[in-house]
């Protein structure tokens, strides 16, 4: 039976993700079988299992980090958000029910007991279990239910590390102030904190390092200075991608949709020298310099179509298309470069049809059942294979599939239009094949560097795992597991 350790947030964003992996990663090397795990996790940055559901892409990270295949086992409970107040909600991988919030929370108690037992087969696996947590214990509003968090760690005895983002300002405060708003007996959960994203010279906040001390009488574990190399790992925020933005030669930009999913498809772009990846926010306009435009994934279709145009941005594209400019949807972004989406039964939000765009003479008709799968292809135009994975609904057909985008099997998959120069695909990841990836922007003539995009992500995973041990107790952090 394996030993657990829990990584808690002071708040959202505050690297538990990041410091989870490189836990693992340098627990790893110890010679320890590490397993990630997250109860529940809300994202709509999700990756396949071996298994064939799905799990937020964080902890496909995790997973790569422990060298280990992701299972839906680490991360039992999924949100994915499909509008302001209301989420898909994924029970083991699998799609159980779309809720609002106020369901959602009626339902959430039911849930701990998928968790329990996801974690359960896990430690069975296992010499470790690092758990990651969701937002933050402060939020003592949300605890009489709580499933990711106090409300885990209590249920299930794990022992809690709590970690401050000394970044955004006010740590002292946010550790403090945790120690003073939680239940003693959840505060006895915590065994120590660290501080992350450390900039400038650690010596100088030492009084304030021994002031969190004093008053939480919790120790401290160690400040890890801000990890330059995160940009190169796949971030579960989209605006990640906008602050990795470089000087490049060629321009490809994307749309941030209101509901963008799996947009760490853009993640290999992003480090090619010669791209310069660009971000178009709500209320911006399509660069006039763009050689291509990408339409990412979406989690409601429709919806981000009605954002769309809200913005401008099909006046755009259309507009980047007669200049003989290049577009790229994946997955939602496929479904919205049609003729038309049909939604008879109301699942991707009430029954209805939208207008598409126009620009590939495809029609798409969402349907309950959801293709979940990892997949071997070939590209159609350039013969170069493609590791990458499905997670969509709908069923996409019309004249231009006869020019698929690649063959999966043999079989057709994708459209491209008949000026070749828009492109749709259901294939997620596509951009992490090396040679397709070069293949594609060599026909767009875009350079495109002679490097191995998983090596890299695994040697900026060996970097951050040197960085922890440098700069934590990693020994200290690992004999609080039991």
Partial sequence: MARALMIQGAGSDVGKSLIVAGLARAATRRGNRVLPFKPQNMSNNAAVTVDGGEIGRAQALQAQAAGVEPHTDMNPVLLKPETDVGAQIIVHGRRVATLRARAYAAMKPSLMAPVLESFARLKNRADLVLVEGAGSPAEVNLRPADIANMGFARKADVPVVLVGDIDRGGVIAQLVGIKAVLDPEDAAMIRGFLINKFRGDPSLFEDGYRLIEARTSWPGLGVLPYFARASELPAEDALGLAGARKAGKCKIVFLALSRIANFDDLDPLKLEPDVDLVMVRPGEVIPGDAKLVILPGSKSTRGDLAFLRAQGWDIDLLAH?????HVLGVCGGYQMLGRRVTDPEGIDGPAGETPGLGLIDVTTVMTPSKTLARVKAVHAATNRPIEAYEIHIGHTDGPDRARPFALLGGASEGAVSS????????????????????????????????QQYRARVDSALDSLADYIDAHLDVEGLLSLAR
């Fill in 321 to 325: 298309h007669r200049r003989g400019g």
């Fill in 419 to 450: 000026d070749g120069r828009v492109y749709g695909s259901y294939l997620h990841g596509l951009f992490a094949s090396d040679s397709f990836r070069k293949a594609f922007l060599a026909q767009l003539n875009i350079p495109a560097a002679d």
